[in-house]
């Protein structure tokens, strides 16, 4: 007796859509030669770049939907959007400094639409020269109050054809430098009056001269009656 199998309709849809369905085998993928950048800022240095070169290794064209910084400071730039399989690009990461000091870490998030991996994180990170600090940042006296001396160190770096321009023109406080060494400096504020509240700021200019060119730096603290 011979058995025959009936396939209903609806039965032989499913069966023609689960095969259409089956995952298919995508390996596009963008390599990287390095995720992570550490560089060492010049004294002279108000910017820094870091430049991330890749490769679409996969067997299938990638697109790069969207590049971000974890900061305004910092800028990334691509050249194109599509790379077709084997080839190559980069990413630069523009760092401006500002008015930043010591390590400084930003990261460049990097969307794709690669099934495979859709993000990418790269990490830039520049040591920046100390141009100098002062400690503390904020003298208080109260209104009414005595009018005593404060005292704030300034520190500063070691460095041939670096001049510094102390504060001048104050005009509710009388700034008299103190002894120091090694590279450090102290100075003692006094109040004209406390009569009425103010603040002011306190500024050194910090002028550096090398190979021809001249950066300025400003280093501050606040004078604050309240």
């Excluded at 199998?5 to 995952?23: E, R, T």
């Excluded at 390095?34 to 490769?55: G, H, N, W």
């Excluded at 971000?68 to 691509?78: A, F, H, I, Y």
Aim: aromatic share 8%; with cysteine; charged share 20%.
């Amino acid at each position: 007796m011979r058995t025959v199998f009936h396939f209903s309709a609806p039965l032989l849809i499913v069966a023609v859509l689960s095969a259409l369905a089956a995952p298919v085998s995508v390996s596009a993928a963008l390599e990287f030669e390095q995720t992570r950048i550490e560089q060492q800022a010049k004294l002279l240095d108000d910017q820094s770049m870091a430049v991330f070169r890749f490769t679409n290794t996969g067997d299938q064209p990638i697109e790069i939907l969207r590049v971000q910084s974890s900061c305004g400071c910092t800028v990334p730039e691509l050249d194109k959007q599509q790379y077709a399989p084997g080839e190559s690009g980069e990413i630069r990461a523009l760092f401006t400094f500002g008015s930043r000091q010591g390590r400084q870490m930003k990261r460049v998030t990097l969307t794709t639409n690669d099934p495979a991996r859709t993000t990418y994180q790269l990490d830039f990170i520049t040591h920046i020269p100390t141009w100098g600090q002062i400690s503390p940042r904020m003298l208080r006296w109260s209104v009414g109050g005595e009018p005593e001396p404060r005292a704030v160190r300034v520190t500063l770096p070691t460095a041939e054809g670096l001049t510094v321009k102390e504060p001048s023109g104050l005009e509710t406080f009388r700034m008299e430098r103190m002894q120091g060494g090694n590279g450090e400096r102290y100075y003692q504020l006094t109040p004209l009056s406390t009569e009425q509240g103010v603040t002011e700021k306190v500024a050194f200019e910090l002028v550096y001269e090398a190979d021809g060119e001249t950066v300025t730096r400003e280093l501050s603290f606040y004078a604050i009656i309240r």
